[in-house]
């Protein structure tokens, strides 16, 4: 299955998330039926980060968004832990600092767009400027209703200068968020992640998803679009983000450089340095390094 046309998010329609099952798995009925292809992406993906470097003309830009507990830092460890620490960096959007929150909405996000050669994951993003932002009314709305429009122009401006970018929502329904909060309440291994506001947030579900819905109808572009990744599952979430990450970047036309040197100087160089380490070995006394 293509999960690129099935997930997308058509510009001018108006997204229904309740439409979208969230634990669908497709013709998988288990994670042990997805792993392999799973890894088969999860290597795609690190041999086209490879590319994309040595290219060095574009770069990739992952938005991943979703409400607490849905698997964002775990997309970002099962998925990216393959690629190039060279060339590759996540960053998570906090509340913002005093100097963020003294600039534009965009400053930030601005700042940690990836360079050519790059591939640069946004763990949260410039869309917390219209969802919590707008569902906690931190700015008023004459404010950030005027963001999706900025948003679409910041992205194509990035796409236009060579980035690609692609956006996820991972989709979790209110009762698999539960279980989750329940395995970080009895594993003390992740007790560190409980945090008070998880449970009052849970209580303002339809306001995100409200949220949500306009921004994601809003803000998908052929260019900058907008996945919704069923996530109940968390193998099935890893396998629909992994291939449509890899299918898109096998199809960003990426090439080696051509090569910067004449390669027929250099082999000649290359025998002219291999004789004389030869020679150097050959009349090396037989006992030397011995003391
Ligand atoms: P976490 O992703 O669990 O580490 O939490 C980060 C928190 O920062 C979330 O509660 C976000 O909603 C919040 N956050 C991120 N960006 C903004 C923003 N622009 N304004 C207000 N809160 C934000
Ligand atoms: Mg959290």
Not at 18 to 23: E, G, H, K, T
Not at 65 to 71: I, R
Not at 79 to 96: A, I
Request: charged share 25%.
């Amino acid at each position: 299955m293509d999960y690129r046309k099935r997930f997308f998010v058509r510009p001018g329609t108006q997204l229904s998330l309740a439409a979208i099952d969230p634990a669908f798995a497709g013709e998988h009925t288990s994670s042990s039926s997805a792993l392999a292809e799973i890894q088969r992406n999860v290597a795609r993906m690190d041999e086209l980060q490879a590319l994309l470097y040595a290219d060095g003309n574009q770069s990739l830009l992952v938005v991943l968004q979703a409400l607490d507990a849905a698997g964002k830092d775990g997309v970002v460890r099962h998925l990216f832990t393959g690629m190039n620490p060279q060339g590759t960096s996540v960053f998570g959007f906090k509340q913002p600092s005093a100097e963020e929150a003294a600039h534009d909405f965009l400053w930030r996000a601005h700042q940690r767009t990836p360079a050519r050669g790059q591939v640069v994951v946004f763990n949260r993003s410039h869309y917390e400027d219209v969802l919590v932002v707008r569902v906690h009314d931190l700015v008023p709305k004459v404010v950030w209703s005027k963001r999706y429009a900025l948003i679409k122009d910041f992205e194509t401006m990035l796409v236009q200068n060579g980035t690609r970018i692609l956006k996820f929502f991972l989709h979790i329904s209110p009762e698999e968020q539960l279980a989750r909060f329940k395995q970080r309440l009895e594993d003390p291994a992740r007790n560190w992640k409980i945090s008070e506001a998880d449970y009052s947030e849970r209580e303002l579900w339809p306001e995100y998803v409200a949220a949500y819905e306009e921004a994601l109808s809003r803000t998908s572009s052929k260019s900058a679009p907008w996945y919704v990744i069923p996530a109940n599952h968390k193998w099935f979430r890893n396998l629909a983000i992994s291939q449509i990450i890899a299918d898109t970047m096998a199809g960003m036309g990426l090439k080696l450089p051509p090569t910067r040197v004449n390669l027929q100087e250099v082999t000649a160089k290359y025998h002219a340095a291999a004789e004389a380490q030869n020679q150097r070995a050959g009349k090396a006394p037989k006992d030397c390094g011995k003391t």
